[in-house]
């Protein structure tokens, strides 16, 4: 098994920023692909809504958009596949992206299990992505049930808040809680 807790990344991702106001007082801007010691990013292809991602070691000569422009202006002539073969050959780790539509498409992540099925009781089977990995012992699935409707557990927790039945049903009365959309 293996826990952590959300505190202990917290502070493993802000610690520098926190001692740097802590003793100066500035609080550093926002880096984003900007992460000191590499130029990446994700950039656009010759083909509509298809994207690259690629990142190289820098070592200080460039400035990051000169960069990003250098780099858009060469892959939005190529196709994705192009870029990504050009990029691995030399040795530069680049990865065309994956768009939410062909997330269920990926035979590797299908043979090794990562989606799970489950009958959802409105819009029927679907499959949820589970798991990066597995640790043993531990479960074998990452989700226990379909996505839960609205308000279905309502009583449950209501009542384990110490609600009785009665001050349940009055807030269903009072459409303060329900299992639809008002006005849908």
């Known amino acids: 098994m293996i826990e952590v807790a959300q505190i202990e990344v917290g502070a493993c991702v802000t610690a520098e920023p926190v001692i740097e ?3 100066n007082g500035v609080v550093r801007p ?6 000191r010691g590499y130029l ?3 950039y656009p292809t010759r083909q509509d809504d298809v994207w690259v991602a690629l990142s190289v070691p820098d070592d200080g000569a460039a400035d990051h958009d000169v960069f990003d422009e250098m780099v858009t202006a060469w892959t939005r002539t190529q196709a994705p596949d192009a870029i990504v073969k050009s990029l691995r050959a030399q040795n530069i780790p680049a990865e065309r992206l994956t768009a939410f539509d062909q997330m269920y498409e990926i035979t590797q992540l299908e043979a090794r299990g ?3 099925e ?4 409105i819009t ?3 499959r949820y992505p589970g798991w990066p990995f597995r640790i043993t012992p531990g479960p074998a699935r990452h989700h226990r049930t379909a996505a839960p409707t609205l308000g279905q557990h309502n009583d449950e927790v209501l009542r384990g808040l110490g609600l009785t039945d ?3 049903a009055e807030l269903r009365d009072q459409r303060v809680i329900g299992e ?3 006005n849908a």
Not at 30 to 35: A, I, K, L, V
Not at 118 to 121: G, K, N, S
């Open 21 to 23: 106001y802590s003793m």
């Open 30 to 35: 926002r880096d984003g692909n900007r992460r």
């Open 40 to 42: 990446q990013g994700v």
């Open 114 to 116: 990562f989606y799970e």
């Open 118 to 121: 489950f009958e959802h009781p």
């Open 124 to 126: 029927g089977p679907r």
């Open 166 to 168: 009665d001050e349940v």
């Open 180 to 182: 639809r959309v008002l």
